[in-house]
């Protein structure tokens, strides 16, 4: 059964550490994106990569970081950087920019919500 | 810049009320149109999309939106609301042609459904 697994569910941060939220698809997607969810704010998006070994920041990059080194896995790194990183994290495939047609919807995973300790 | 608005942030209704929800968007080319749906503790799920052709379009669970491009507005219909309609909804655009798939999305409207 085909899907976007993200792990963990709920992840708790200490002040200054880093934390990796995965994001693993089998759909054999070329396209993936990480968005941040908070009340009132809809989803924004942080990073996305169209490609393996490829990705571009999105709207809030800052005090985030990603690796695309496989095609189904696209980690997110919420860095100590980040000063407010208390959200719900959603992370989406999509087949390829590269296909021909119109963009083609994304597929959500479960999403991960992170809390500071 | 894109964006996309969504008005009712809240929207409380009765089992059987018709409901409409806002969606507008601000890009002058040519947009592809999403409503996505979050019901509670699960994930983004896919309601209707709008690509091309007739403008009115057809989602699961009974839902369906009117694109009217003249007033760059997605609206969101169901003649007759249930209680398991309770969830967020979401408007999302993206422009065709831009780099693949990347999606705006609206603030989220949530639905409550009284029984």
């Known amino acids: 059964d085909g899907g976007i697994t993200q792990s963990p569910k709920y992840l708790f941060r200490k002040e200054g550490q880093n934390v990796t939220l995965s994001c693993e698809q089998n759909?054999?997607?070329?396209?993936m994106y990480w968005y941040r969810q908070d009340p009132g704010q809809g989803l924004r998006l942080i990073y996305y990569s169209q490609i393996v070994n490829d990705f571009q920041k999105g709207d809030i990059a800052e005090g985030y970081s990603v690796s695309r080194e496989k095609k189904e896995s696209f980690p997110l790194t919420v860095t100590s950087a980040q000063k407010n990183p208390t959200a719900f994290y959603l992370c989406?495939?999509?087949?390829?920019?590269?296909?021909?047609?119109?963009?083609?919807?994304?597929?959500f995973g479960d999403g991960t919500r992170l809390s500071i300790l | 810049a894109q964006s996309v608005s969504q008005h009712n942030h809240h929207v409380i209704l009765s089992e059987a009320a018709s409901l409409e929800l806002g969606c507008n968007y601000s890009?002058?080319?040519?947009?592809?149109l999403f409503w996505y749906v979050q019901y509670p503790g699960q994930h983004l799920q896919l309601l209707l999309k709008y690509f091309s052709g007739d403008p009115l379009v057809k989602g699961i669970k009974g839902f369906e939106a009117e694109f009217i491009k003249s007033k760059f507005s997605f609206n969101l219909r169901k003649p007759s609301v249930q209680w398991s309609d309770t969830a967020e909804y979401f408007c999302a655009v993206n422009a065709q042609g831009n780099q693949g798939g990347k999606l705006i999305f609206g603030q989220g409207t949530e639905l409550s459904v009284k029984p």
């Open positions: 759909l054999n997607h070329d396209a």
């Open positions: 890009y002058g080319g040519t947009v592809n």
């Open positions: 989406a495939s999509s087949i390829s920019r590269f296909s021909r047609g119109p963009n083609q919807p994304q597929h």
